[in-house]
């Protein structure tokens, strides 16, 4: 069940550090972006193969505006058959995605970063990125996960929690800017 839900003891032991991170105060401010101003999505975490890969698929197909990179990605890689599997038992292919890592992404000035753990938002915040701008992706999960934990090495299960994780958060979180009237919506794409 530990490993099922959190990835394991360090995952669970990650998630506690940033609940306590988040009650002391310091990040609160990843929760609260200024949604008013959102005209993309854009999912990080470290290989941009798998997490924010799902997250892109997921918003995507939502018909979101949505891009993804990788904090330490090398650019062009494909995600392994086993995530592209997983997350086509889903209803997301990731099959055609391509791995882009910080220095080639080209930023835009209406892009919410949202990154699936504290230690990426603070990185964002180091290399010059908005704090307003960068937001924890699990405070929209159900449940709430402010910690997703990366499902590298991790068996199958695993990986469905975190993508199942991921695409509540990113569904609720487009409810929430339907409902602003934010973030461009493209026709949904077809499976």
Known sequence: MLMRNFGGFKGLLRLLLTQADYVLGPA???????LSKVDRLVFVCLANL???????????????????FG?????GRSPSARSVDIAGELG??????????????????????LVMESRHAYHLVRQGFPPER???LGHWARPQRLHIQDPYRMDDDYMRSCFALIRSAVLNLGRELRQLGRVPYRAPATP
């Open 92 to 113: 997301c292919p990731i099959g055609s995605h391509q791995a882009t890592n910080l220095p080639d992404f080209e930023p835009a000035a209406g892009d919410l970063y």
């Open 28 to 34: 609160v401010k990843f929760t609260r972006p200024d």
């Open 71 to 75: 904090l330490q990605a090398q650019t």
């Open 134 to 136: 960068v937001a924890l």
């Open 50 to 68: 798998k997490r924010s890969a799902f997250a892109q698929a997921v918003g995507v197909q939502a018909g979101l505006n949505a891009a993804s």
